[in-house]
C-alpha cells in the first residue's frame, strides 16, 4: 500500500496530512508514575526562564509530566497538537506582530 503525498495545510482529513501523522498514538498507556512526574516538573522548574524558548520548554515538560500524573488529563496528541501550533505561532512572527 502506498502512503499519497499531501500538503500539510491542504485542509484535508487530519490521517491524510505528513505533519499529523507524526503524532503518537492514543492507544499508548502511561501508568501513573509519581516520581517520574517530580523530575519533569523539577526540570520544568530549572529550565524555566526569561526566555519565550524556555518558558515553552517548561510548558512542555510540565504537560509531558501530565502524563503519568493520575489526576492530569492530556494525551500525546494533545501535547503534540499544542506543541505544532505554539511552533506556528512562532513561525508567523507571534500573535502581536
Not at 524555566?48 to 517548561?58: A, I, K, P, V
Not at 502524563?67 to 506543541?83: A, M, W
Request: aromatic share 6%.
Amino acid at each position: 500500500m502506498t502512503e499519497e503525498a499531501v500538503e500539510p495545510d491542504s485542509g484535508g482529513e487530519s490521517g491524510d496530512d505528513p505533519d499529523w501523522q507524526m503524532a503518537p498514538d492514543s492507544d499508548v498507556e502511561f501508568p501513573a508514575n509519581d516520581e517520574r512526574v517530580r523530575v519533569l516538573r523539577e526540570i520544568a522548574e530549572d529550565v524555566y526562564g526569561e526566555s519565550s524558548e524556555s518558558r515553552q520548554l517548561s510548558a512542555i515538560l510540565y504537560r509531558v509530566s501530565d502524563l503519568y500524573d493520575e489526576e492530569g488529563e492530556t494525551s500525546p496528541e494533545e501535547i503534540y497538537l499544542n506543541v505544532r501550533h505554539i511552533m506556528n505561532i512562532k513561525e508567523q512572527g507571534g500573535l502581536r506582530r
